[in-house]
């Protein structure tokens, strides 16, 4: 199965590329601290039925204010959780009031960003907590399902090409850092097509997650583009029909690739179990994607092209992980 939900507290203010499907309920906590101005909302998601060995990607962004947030995914047929680290990391400490991550839900098994179902679920909902001065708005909330294993889908029927983004090479940075900040690197390539100016080495450090000491962490790259004026989702793709749908509002997308030996010709890893890079352009008569790969050993040779057909394997077989943003340019 594939399935997403996108729900938005104010849809008229929101210009995510992908349908909105409804309204954000917020329920309102007390304040977190009585030495703190920020208070607590609260809303919830039911779930369809999920079948065993897929994946259920949440993502949360609000744009206009500073906030934290944490996931918890219940199962209420036998009342079993588990909870997410909060977002972002910083917020992890035990002052902050925050639950500990914890996992006991029998149906699934904790991701650093995401559950994988290892039996069918048929009663999950997914409630977000999120903290902020003010009541959530100009936000999105999207919860992804699909199976973690897919034969590729077809090839885009069409080509196409979005802002071409500024190239960034990971190998660049610090020896010490280069090889294991391919999102946060992306990251800086996608958000490069809109006004706001992005710092490189400051999405790099935001990305960070102590817990698994890496700087892939999906919701880490999302929270960062909101705290420079881009709403956007980390989604799971089954096919390219969304993606084509989300190319055509002008913004590139970031995706999570995996691929062994042989299997990606031309790409300057030649293997790897995780990477991400930015997809700007498709050229169905030449059949091959256009994209900014970070792993390039220097800015020049970031810009590449791969075949259609070995990219949409590395891409969607398993996962399909990719970043989607708003337009900031885009009037509310």
């Not at 409630?127 to 199976?147: F, G, I, M, N, Y």
């Not at 990477?275 to 256009?290: C, E, P, Q, S």
């Amino acid at each position: 199965m594939h399935a997403t939900i996108r729900l938005a507290s104010d849809q008229t203010r929101v210009r995510y590329p992908l349908a909105v499907s409804g309204e954000l309920v917020w329920h309102h906590e007390a304040r977190a601290h009585e030495d703190r101005a920020k208070s607590r909302w609260t809303a919830e998601v039911m779930l369809p039925p999920v079948p065993a060995e897929h994946i259920i990607v949440p993502s949360y962004a609000m744009l206009g204010q500073p906030y934290e947030y944490q996931f918890t995914l219940e199962d209420r047929s036998s009342a079993q959780s588990s909870i997410m680290q909060p977002v972002p990391d910083s917020a992890a400490s035990p002052a902050q009031g925050w639950p500990a991550s914890k996992h006991d839900l029998a149906a699934t098994s904790l991701e650093i960003d995401c559950w994988h179902t290892v039996q069918a679920a048929d009663e999950l909902s997914l409630r977000v907590t999120v903290e902020a001065e003010e009541k959530p708005r100009l936000d999105l909330l999207s919860l992804s399902l699909r199976a973690l294993h897919l034969s590729a889908s077809e090839p885009p029927p069409i080509a196409l090409e979005t802002c071409k983004p500024v190239p960034l090479s990971q190998m660049l940075a610090n020896k010490d850092l280069a090889r294991r900040i391919c999102s946060p690197t992306a990251l800086s390539m996608a958000l490069s097509v809109n006004p706001a100016e992005v710092d490189w080495p400051q999405s790099v450090q935001q990305c960070y997650d102590r817990h698994s000491r890496a700087y892939g962490k999906w919701p880490l790259a999302i929270h960062y583009a909101s705290g420079v004026g881009t709403l956007g989702a980390v989604e799971s793709f089954s096919d390219w029909g969304q993606a084509i749908s989300a190319l055509r509002a002008g913004m590139p997308l970031v995706c999570s690739i995996r691929y062994k030996e042989g299997e990606l010709g031309g790409a300057p890893l030649t293997k790897t179990a995780g990477h991400l890079l930015v997809l700007y352009g498709i050229d169905t008569a030449a059949g091959v994607v256009r994209v900014m790969d970070p792993a390039a050993a220097d800015t020049a040779a970031v810009p590449r092209e791969y075949a259609i057909d070995e990219f949409t394997a590395a891409w969607l077989n398993y996962r399909g992980g990719v970043y989607v943003f708003e337009p900031s340019w885009a009037e509310r």
